[in-house]
């Protein structure tokens, strides 16, 4: 089945805890994005891959990190979490069309974070 | 400043009538717009996708409008059911310096009433 998945679903953890929240996607897909979502402000993007090796800050990257190193995987890193990043975050995946551009996004089930 | 604004108040119809929901940008020049259906503590789900040099798409029971003069996305679904009550949200997808970023709107709650 064609999917985005990712782990863990749910996690509670502590300041300044690094963690990090994988993404797999089994499409082939070049494009890749993580996303955050927060009551009244709808999905804000973090950071973005074109690409293996090819990543680039979205609206909202500050105390974040991403790697693309397969195309399949990318994790999304928090080195010292906050309390202000407690939020429920999406992977998205897209394949690229004939202008090489993103298409439609295909989102995994989310990852509900919360940082005490 | 940027923005891209949905209606804010949840759009309540019966049960066979055409929803309309509205998507407003300013100061973006998108590449593709894109209309996408979301229910509670899911990922969203993609329904239909626009480029800029077209005015219309249709699928099925769903039709999009663009017009990038106006600045503005129109998303109808007709012969509403129960089952189309979720929240839907648009998106911009603009090409930006190293590559491609997509911008998300707050969404529109949707309720049929049987």
């Known amino acids: 089945e064609a999917q985005v998945t990712q782990n863990p679903r749910y996690l509670i953890t502590v300041t300044g805890k690094k963690l990090t929240v994988t993404c797999s996607q089994n499409m082939n897909h070049e494009y890749m994005s993580w996303y955050r979502q927060d009551p009244g402000l709808g999905l804000r993007q973090i950071y973005y891959?074109?690409?293996?090796?090819?990543?680039d800050k979205g609206d909202v990257p500050e105390g974040y990190k991403v790697s693309r190193k397969e195309k399949r995987n990318f994790p999304l890193i928090l080195e010292s979490p906050s309390p202000n990043q407690t939020s429920l975050y999406f992977c998205a995946s897209s394949p690229t069309w004939d202008s090489l551009l993103p298409g439609e996004q295909y989102f995994g089930p989310g990852t509900r974070l919360t940082v005490t | 400043s940027q923005k891209i604004e949905q209606n804010s108040e949840a759009l309540n119809i019966q049960e066979g009538k055409t929803a309309t929901l509205t998507c407003n940008y300013t100061n973006y020049s998108p590449a593709y717009l894109q209309w996408y259906r979301q229910d509670p503590g899911r990922g969203p789900v993609f329904l239909l996708l626009i480029r800029e040099n077209e005015k219309e798409k249709r699928k099925e029971r769903l039709k999009v409008t663009f017009d990038t003069t106006l600045k503005q996305s129109l998303f109808h679904i007709t012969a509403s059911q129960p089952a189309d009550s979720a929240t839907y949200l648009c998106a911009l997808d603009m090409i930006s310096t190293g590559g491609f970023k997509t911008i998300f709107g707050a969404g529109t709650r949707l309720f049929v009433k049987a």
């Open positions: 891959s074109m690409n293996v090796e090819v990543t």
